[in-house]
């Protein structure tokens, strides 16, 4: 258990942050996105009828990306909170070592028993974190989930637009072909980011 | 930990805590000091957080632990009060009484449950139990807002990091032969306190007082002469050698 205990501690304000950092990289490649999709709804205006099933996969393509920064945005506020309940439990952790080695010490001391309310209160707050701790993360890691699976619409969708590009006259094809590829990198990009966040906690549960 | 009582009268006692011998090896030896009067304590500069498990079991055999009311740090170094983040979580409803100046800084080292009583540049006095003390200044001595207890009665100064020294493990708890003794602080004076300006008003503040023993957070107590003997040997030494 008190190896469990220090595990806790040091792996997963680290984990959180950790999550923070991939997510907040994840967002910016969103962002791109974002604008892209506005690049091509304005190419498939221009490329007229022959694009209009181009121009329909672009409000996918946007509404992909503004979804993805909001939930990269809640899961990066999330793994913060994470990050900082691991590093309080981390700190509560120390506090408990400290006052069980000074009661080991105080050994018959005559007032040691007056160390045990100080312990006890330090091991419900550690119960305590741990149970937020846990609940803290399951959140997170259905969140992260829920934007794994909305990102493997993405990469349908990245398909569906290269295929319609192809449908649209020269003139645009080979431009909108350029934005097809860019949402499918920065699909796969972000994908690429919440697969390592979903791995930084996945032994946990 | 060594744990002695140096003073006891009918209305409160002294005591004295150091030379741990489980402290671990590249951290500084540091003194702590205790008056405990009535059903009230107060912890005098208790010390960095690899100190905190010795001292409090330390502490626990002479006080319950929940009759520490009060913890003073005369100043704001790690050596001092780094430990706070824990006493933060062992005492309900006890004062901290520290330099104003230093309020935001000493606060990072984790208090959720203590109050902060902020000491006046000038000092200030408080009771603990049955006893009065004082919080004497003694700014840039060696911290720019820095404080020490005087406990009239007892006619004890606990004198923070004036008279410190800097000595192997298992050092004496007092002062010995002053004269062999001052090897052991001029650097530590001349060093760590800047300027002669406020060692000279200082001195001339203590020397109003009527002090039997003198009680400094690192190396040994002075005792009778020997507190006369550190005045006039401070008196004569330049500090702030950085700058010379």
Same mark, same amino acid.
């Given at each position: 258990m008190q190896q469990k205990d220090n595990n806790f501690g040091t792996e997963h304000f680290v984990a959180a942050s950790i999550v923070a950092a991939e997510l907040h990289q994840a967002t910016r490649v969103a962002r791109d996105i974002s604008l892209t999709a506005g690049n091509a709804k304005a190419l498939a205006l221009r490329a007229g009828d022959s694009a209009r099933g181009f121009r329909a996969l672009t409000d996918f393509i946007d509404e992909l990306a503004k979804l993805t920064i909001k939930t990269a945005e809640h899961v990066n506020k999330l793994a913060v909170d994470i990050s900082r309940e691991a590093a309080d439990s981390t700190r509560t952790l120390h506090a408990i070592d400290h006052f069980e080695t000074a009661i080991k010490k105080a050994g018959e001391a005559q007032y040691s028993n007056t160390l045990t309310p100080a312990l006890n209160e330090a091991k419900q707050q550690r119960d305590k974190a741990l149970q937020a701790f846990n609940s803290q993360v399951w959140k997170l890691k259905t969140q992260l989930d829920d934007l794994a699976r909305e990102l493997r619409a993405g990469l349908v969708l990245s398909a569906m637009s290269r295929v319609e590009a192809t449908q649209v006259g020269e003139d645009h094809a080979v431009s909108l072909q350029v934005i097809a590829s860019k949402v499918a990198e920065a699909t796969e990009s972000i994908r690429n980011h919440i697969e390592k966040s979903q791995q930084c906690f996945a032994h946990i549960h | 930990m060594l744990s002695k009582e140096i003073y006891r009268d009918g209305r409160h006692q002294w005591f004295v805590f150091g030379r741990d011998p489980d402290k671990p090896d590249g951290i500084i030896d540091t003194n702590q000091y205790m008056i405990k009067s009535g059903d009230k304590a107060l912890l005098m500069?208790?010390?960095?957080? &690899?100190?905190?498990?010795?001292?409090? %079991?330390?502490?626990?055999?002479?006080?319950?632990?929940?009759?520490?009311?009060?913890?003073? %740090?005369?100043?704001?170094?790690?050596?001092? *009060?780094?430990?706070?983040?824990?006493?933060?979580r062992t005492l309900k409803g006890a004062t901290l009484h520290a330099s104003g100046l230093w309020e935001g800084f000493i606060r990072h080292f984790g208090m959720d449950t203590i109050s902060y009583d902020a000491i006046p540049d000038e000092g200030s006095k408080v009771t603990i139990g049955n006893t009065s003390i004082e919080f004497i200044p003694a700014h840039y001595l060696h911290s720019s807002a820095n404080f020490h207890v005087y406990d009239a009665e007892a006619k004890i100064l606990m004198s923070g990091d004036v008279g410190a020294a800097l000595e192997g493990p298992g050092a004496?708890? &007092?002062? &010995?032969?002053?004269?062999?003794?001052?090897?052991?602080?001029?650097?530590?004076?001349?060093?760590?306190?800047?300027?002669?300006? %406020?060692?000279? &008003?200082? *001195?001339e503040s203590v020397s109003k007082l009527d002090i039997e023993l003198m009680c400094p957070q690192h190396g040994r107590m002075f005792r009778g002469d020997d507190v006369k003997r550190f005045l006039d040997w401070f008196n004569k030494l330049d500090v702030g050698i950085a700058n010379n």
């Open positions: - | 500069d208790p010390g960095g957080i &690899e100190l905190f498990a010795a001292m409090l %079991a330390a502490i626990v055999k002479h006080v319950p632990v929940d009759q520490i009311t009060h913890i003073f %740090a005369s100043h704001q170094d790690p050596d001092i *009060i780094s430990s706070l983040g824990l006493w933060d004496a708890m &007092e002062v &010995e032969d002053f004269d062999a003794h001052t090897a052991h602080m001029r650097y530590f004076h001349q060093r760590w306190m800047p300027s002669n300006k %406020a060692k000279n &008003e200082w *001195i």
